[in-house]
């Protein structure tokens, strides 16, 4: 474990993808000392690879979203990461769903519908919900309403129409073969990391800034605070002298709730191309998104997200693999649940240091972002996925942000000689 140094000149907090792209950037400058303070006995926070049955499951990030934009990718590939390719087939999943192909084409025109009217709405004064957008007794609105709880991990009334429409979105979606969450943990090799040490409070009354940790306190001159939006909010770290602006904006941003539920496949099982996506109904928002054969692996990943996932969460695994189940019994006949079990499952909601999967904003809250990321006297700066202003919610928008904030960082000390220099 990484002692805890008394002084350092740039403090992370949170060894997650935008603690890691921050420690990156700053590891390029040689005079400047560096700690990254994580509370788990990991890197990777929201992204994590584990591997119960011999091939690896991705419990939070899995997908390198907008690939062909996302500076990870080629990042991946000088690392030997096999990157696989095959796009998932998200807008057409309503046929082997149990669809006709007419009424897939009527879901496909009216989402198209849904973005001409997110667009339209976002341009005018007064931000709205998702939901406002949604024609009176529409066809298609519990599955839009799904739809919301799987990409926003919230349902359409908690949603901002101003903030959903500045996310950008290649459409172009790939998989690491070897797992997200390994890629960050080649990514933060040799980085300084004191694990399992968490910051209770950021005091920034005087000229070094004090850290109390659960391990003893530390002066940094400069502090780069990555910690969920929850975290903040909740004040689990806090500010001395307070500060109400950034904890205004992190409520104004929170964390929705999307797990994972990974079932194993009996191979013998026939009839299921691998890369099947499915959803368990077409009429219900309380419905989970499957992945058959993902990779060609013997398994079944299931995905649900909102209000009910938060309920799942306190049930358990059982009660989340009978529902699942029950979905997958529906579609595919009785005969699967002989060839079924849960292998793995995930509560994100109730992880202490992440407490929610990714962050959306309420209603009125969208420029809470900019809000957030905004630096505090030049020597507070503030990273993560839910400070990026067009790729929040993601595992790379969170990288991307962090080299940003380190950016800004050794800006700031510009024409400065460093803490240890003093
Ligand atoms: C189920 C799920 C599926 C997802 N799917 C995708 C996907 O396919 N593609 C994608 O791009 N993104 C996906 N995401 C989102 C992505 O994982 C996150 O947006 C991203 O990883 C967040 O990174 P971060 O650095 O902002 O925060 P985090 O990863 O949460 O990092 C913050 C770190 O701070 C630590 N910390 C918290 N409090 C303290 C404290 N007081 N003291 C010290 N340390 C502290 C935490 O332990 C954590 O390690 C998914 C997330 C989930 C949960």
Known sequence: MVGLPSQVDVAIIGAGGAGIGAARRLGEVRSVSVLVIEARNRVGGRVQTIAPTGFPLDRGAEWLHSADRNPLSPVARQLGFAIHRRRPEWATRLRPSGETIEAEADWIATREAQAWARRKAAAELVDQPLSSLLPPGGRW??????????????????????????????????????????????????????LETSVFCIDHSGQGIRLETSRGTVTAARVIVTVPTSILATEVLRFDPPLPDKLAAAAGLPLGVDDKLFISLTNSFPGIEADTFLVGSTTSRETMSYQVRPLDRPAIYCFFGGRWAAAFEREGEAATFSFAAGELARLFGNNIRRLIAPLASTAWLQDPWARGSYSYALPGHADDRATLAAPVDNRLFFAGEACSPNFFSTAHGAYMNGVTAAEAALASFAGLRMVGQE
Do not use: I, Q
């Open 141 to 194: 609105n519990e599955l839009l309403d799904a739809t919301s709880t799987w990409g926003n991990g919230a349902e359409l009334d908690r949603v901002s129409v101003k903030d959903y429409v500045r996310y950008e979105d290649s459409g172009v979606n790939w998989r690491l073969r070897e797992g997200y969450g390994r890629l960050f943990e080649a990514l933060a090799e040799g980085l300084p990391v004191a």
